[in-house]
């Protein structure tokens, strides 16, 4: 397993390994140098749990490289970890998503805003844990919010703006592992907030897996090439729709709350590759 901090997700990981009988190496990510030219020295099969979206990316091409089994592979991170290849891959495969654009200037933005109506949702491309993701309410704070990206790295200047959907003040999360959607849970925005990520204060509670649920969130998985992911959907007045695929997704959680022995899945999930 590939990790630059070891969570509370990870020590779940490495106890139901131990408990398991199974060997499981840690690899640091900040300890770890790799060759180009080299042979491979690990594992056939690694966990991939790199938080960091470019790290992942490198450590997952190197190791696939060298002929290595990646979960999740360099492809699901590449789509997962950029919300606009996410969007085009998730709508190609046809998964229901919320209707998008995606601009590459201020001027281009409003005009799309334009077209898309307020209030929409200003998002980086690349990015996690709810940070600079912006409400816009009308043309005046959108203005404001797209200048001051303007001043920001490059990659802030690509402007994923999404449409604002009806939905109550909650969204799920569908824990995927293969073919199988294992466990689920609400997902509830702190009072005041319109974003609903637990870790900045939203409540979570159990969400029972429907046949809808569970259809939706493996289509999403398997689109975005299949493995392990956090699927996160909306209920809109349509029914379900997914707005982001998560490749290296917390669980702890879910975990919690759904009381499904998600880090002993995680580890068959893996044992089932070693032996194809």
């Known amino acids: 397993m590939v990790c630059d901090h070891i969570r509370l997700d990870e020590k779940l990981i490495i106890e139901a390994a131990k408990k398991m009988d199974v060997p499981l190496n840690i690899y640091n990510a900040d ?5 180009v030219n080299e042979e491979p020295s690990f594992e056939p099969v690694i966990l991939q ?5 470019f790290r992942n990316l490198h450590i997952t091409a190197l190791l696939e490289k060298m002929g290595i089994q990646v979960v999740n592979s360099f492809h699901s991170a590449l789509i997962c970890g950029n ?19 995606i601009a590459f200037s201020k001027e281009g933005a409003l005009k799309a805003l334009e077209k898309l109506g307020y209030p929409a949702i200003l998002k980086p491309v690349i990015g996690s844990w709810g940070r600079l993701i912006a409400l ?3 043309s005046e704070s959108a203005k404001a919010i797209l200048e001051s990206r303007e001043y920001m790295f490059p990659i802030y200047q690509i402007f994923y703006l999404q449409e604002m959907i009806k939905k109550p003040n909650r969204d799920i999360r569908c824990f995927v592992i293969g073919d199988q959607a294992v466990a689920a849970i609400y997902r509830y925005s702190p009072p005041g907030e ?14 029972k897996i429907t046949c809808e649920l569970e259809e939706l969130s493996v289509k999403a998985a398997k689109a975005v090439g299949g493995g392990i992911f956090g699927v996160d959907l909306m209920e809109s007045p349509e029914g379900l729709i997914v707005h982001e695929v998560n490749y290296a997704t917390e669980f702890k959680k879910t975990v919690e709350v759904s009381k499904v022995d998600i880090p002993k899945l995680i580890i068959e999930y893996l044992i089932e590759k070693l032996k194809r």
Do not use: H, Q
């Open 136 to 138: 816009l309410k009308d």
């Open 49 to 53: 749990r790199s938080i960091s979206y």
């Open 31 to 35: 300890e770890l140098f790799l060759g």
């Open 194 to 207: 319109f974003k609903t990520n637990v870790y900045i204060g939203g409540e979570a509670e159990a969400c």
């Open 83 to 101: 919300k606009a290849l996410s969007s085009l891959t998730l709508s190609k495969a046809g998964v229901p998503t919320p209707k998008t654009f």
